[in-house]
């Protein structure tokens, strides 16, 4: 025997039911049989051990063996994670593979036996990997890099092994990649061509992200096609070559998910930890686990709020329970604990760091990286945490890197346009130049001979400097026999003649049609139907759609679809949605696209409307998350009233995500869809005029929110729909009190009130609502002994019914009532009321405003000593919710405490703080901030820009209309008058025509 280069994966079974026996056969039989469909062979395990053990390169080792291990102990995970529900036995395995030199032989029973060290670096890789992981050696990951979704780990110290080795674990296929099949063309990938300059810019970010500290964020802009993701994947290589430690978050948007709420979020974190959809309860397990490695206890909370935002159920989660019924605030708690374990992630090691850069030499500082592709299909949601991070991170070592077409701006006009230039890098990705053109010809040709000028010169101007087309082109030259490659043999040859008398489709689009219908009819079929599925399909899907008898024609499809895989059309990725399905991409959009209009219009709508019904039942308990690509398929099958059913839910989960911009689109959609005999029949129809109301008045669209309340009231009349006759008094009513029409509030609160009285039982919860909306507008216009009668009323009626948030909002408005009145104790203790139910719903945002509420009655009271803790503890839990309004009230608190403490510098810098946060707001500060900003300046010396402070307050409260804000602008400026300082100001300084008139 004489030693050579294989592949081995070694399968260490941890765990299995030993009382099914034969069910453990079963199970272990098809996990070898998985091995040999990616032309593995099975050898014998080391004595003693429990173990799948599986050799690629027997006879003969091939470049791509450590590739098919790879897809096979992929496959083995994907099997064990969603198992035959008629085979009860479990295996976990925990894998490794190594490419290095053994020596084999087959014995008498035609089994190969195997010893050297790929075996037994294989065995002890195994070992050193965590259950349900697959761990590579370093030569395996030189041959497979950008492949594969490798993670790498810091290195460990094998038994046996003289030094550490740098082993990387599989996290996915690479599903982007873009290869041609080896079968069609050998080492044929896409080149890093005419890209050295922008991937130079990218490591120079990176260096200025690691050498600061700071965030950094890089758009990456060019059309389909011109090498963005190449560019991507060779950057993503050079970083996982880097000494520093990055801890990398990648995802990739599509079409499909552009419907789905933080679905690119949630697949950066599926990508970190390994999380592979339909394993409901071990995703969260998964999830919490690996936030709480880094923050300790308190990721346990962290990760209940992210894993909600993005679809994993903890509505059971005593952290967040308390803030379910109230969306906006649970996101923005999401947002805060994404924003902490971003922080965290970098925090671990930064004393050292800091010893180490005071050092000669290089110092470890750990990164962040997130990689994003294609963001111009993103959700909404997404794009909104994106921007968040990029106002809260900016001292966090984050490189966040997308790739996104210029499509992004039409959905997001507002992407990088606040950022300054220091942070953000636009990086335009342009087509190739002619000599870029003629470089990537030759490299592409490297296995002809002399290629003659007429090829090179229709890869060259037939491409219009796109790589991607001058790659196709390629393929259809290989395809149709253009150009061959003789069996055994590296080498190309060119049939001129052919050349010459072949017609070549002169756009990309018209390329793509072409090889789709090269294909065998049932490759050609079988795409055509995964067209209509969308980018992302599945095997399943694709087989309702060929036969009536699904499970027949699978097995066709999965032949049809390993042809299209060797093709380079479509690849399998690893972690599919659906339990029990295999779940493939399009390699290349616009295939997608010409797949889909080779289709008459007729079959589409009959495709569109077995996708929607294999959909349903397949969706579980995430039916709500892909409401809008169900919905989606029944609007293009014809089916309306299915389509409206589905766009509701799909708008109530993004009413319920604080998303209120795509749960008005889907309102509308849904609303646009219904039949007529289903508005006239009221239920579904009311539902959504009362969502779309609602999410209206949260877009500040006031009129069109009380034109929809007006007509709900007439569509309920209609159905004798009492209560919805009074949920939608009660929502015209606090529109109005948003827009500070307090007489029209009062009006519609009342008409609920007199409704709800009639209606007896049935409406007691609206009677409610009503009674305290009527005692809040009472409270605006003054009328505080008719407000103290509606606040008690509602306390009354609402804790008769448990009704606890009614109840805590009844007891903040008598706060409010005694504390205008001067009745301070009994406000106090209204108040505290409050605060505890708040706290026992566990609302953050309910219990900040109460113990701000709480700071202000003791602050009218002089006491500013007790005040300034109320207020602290409601900045730091208006921080936490991300309140900005709420925070810079509070803030605003915060400065007249320390004014009125004597602490003119602390003063100073809250309210500056302040006036900060509202610029970035867009909004103008408040009377009252410029007010006390007055007094802190006036208090240190500083009269000019007192001056200014104060006449601003003067300005901001005329305009508000506030009287006490006035009377206290005026109150400053009488002593500054006072102080002896005149209103002589430096030269340039100006006020205003408004502040003119009223001085």
Known sequence: MHPTEVTILFAEILSQNASDESSHRVLRARLEAIVRRYDGSIVQAPPGEEAIVALFGAPTAQPE????????????????????????????????????????????????????????????????????????????????????????????????????????RVQGERWETTRAS????????????????????????????????????????????????????????????????????????????????????????????????????????????????????????????????????????????????????????????????????????????????????????????????????????????????????????????????????????????????????????????????????????HQLDNPSPDLMSLLINQSEGSPLHMEELLKVLLEEGVITAPPGSARWSLDEQRLAETSIPPTLTGIMERRLGRLPTLEREVLQRAAVVGRIFWDQAVAWLLDDAPAAATYEVQVALRGAQEQGLVAERQSPTFEGVREFVFRQGLLQEVAYASLSEGQRQSYHAQVAAWLVPQSGERGEEIAGQIARHYELSGHNEEAAHWYGRAAKRAQDSSLPQTALTYYEKALALLPDASKDAGGPFLTLLEGLGQMLRQQVRYEEAITTFHTLIEAAQEANDAIAQMRALNNLAMTHDIQRDHRNALKYAEEAEQMAAQAGEVGQSELAGALWLAGVSHFRLGHLDAAKEKAEQSLTLSTSLNAQRVMARSHSLLGWIHDSASRYEEAGNAMRRALTLFRRMEDRQGISVMLNDLGVSASAQGDYRAALPLFQEALTLAREVSVRSLETSILTNLGGIHVGLGDFGGAENELRETLRLADESKQSGSSESYRYLAEALLGQGQMEEAWGAALEALRLGHRSGRKEHMASAWRTLGTLLCQGSAPQFSKGFSIDEETSTLL
């Open 65 to 168: 063996d450590p590739e098919r291990a790879i897809r096979a102990a992929l496959t083995m995970q994907a099997s064990l994670a969603s198992p035959d529900k008629s085979t009860p036995a479990k295996l976990v395995l925990r894998m490794g593979l190594s490419t290095a030199q053994a020596t084999m032989r087959l014995a008498e029973q035609g089994q190969y036996e195997v010893e050297g060290a790929a075996l037994y670096l294989a065995r002890l890789l195994a070992r050193a990997a965590s259950p349900n992981e697959i761990l590579i050696s370093p030569e395996s990951h030189r041959r497979v890099a950008g492949q594969f979704e490798l993670y790498p780990l810091q290195p460990v110290l094998l038994d046996g092994q003289k030094a550490p080795i740098s082993p990387h």
């Open 182 to 445: 080896r079968r069609a063309v050998e080492n044929f990938e896409s080149r890093l061509v005419g890209r050295a300059a922008e991937l130079q810019r990218l490591q120079a970010i990176f260096n200025r992200t690691e050498e600061s500290g700071q965030l950094q964020v890089v758009t990456v802009l060019g059309d389909a096609g011109l090498g963005k993701s190449s560019l991507l994947r060779a950057f993503s290589e050079w970083i996982e070559a880097q000494p520093e430690t990055v801890r990398f978050f990648k995802g990739r948007a599509n079409p499909q998910i552009s419907t789905q709420p933080y679905a690119l979020i949630r697949d950066i974190f599926a990508f970190r930890f390994g999380i592979r959809e339909g394993e409901a309860v071990m995703a969260r397990a998964k999830l919490e686990q690996g936030i709480r490695k880094f923050m300790g206890a308190e990721g346990t909370e962290k990760a209940h709020l992210i894993g909600h935002l993005l679809g994993f159920d903890f509505s059971e989660s005593p952290h967040i329970r308390g803030s379910l019924s109230d969306a906006r605030q649970l996101r923005e708690r999401a947002f805060r604990a994404i924003t902490l374990f971003l922080e965290a992630l970098t925090s671990e090691r930064r004393d050292a760091v800091r010893l180490l850069r005071a050092m000669p030499g290089h110092g470890d500082r750990p990164l962040v990286v997130i990689l994003l592709q294609d963001i111009h299909w993103a959700d909404d949601g997404s794009l909104d945490l994106l921007e968040y991070l990029v106002q809260s991170c900016r001292q966090v070592p984050l490189l966040l890197l997308a790739t996104a077409r210029a499509r992004l701006w039409s959905s997001r006009p507002s992407w990088g346009e606040r950022w300054p230039e220091s942070l953000h890098t636009l990086l335009e990705v342009a087509p190739l130049s002619f000599p870029e053109r003629q470089q990537l010809a030759t490299a592409l040709l």
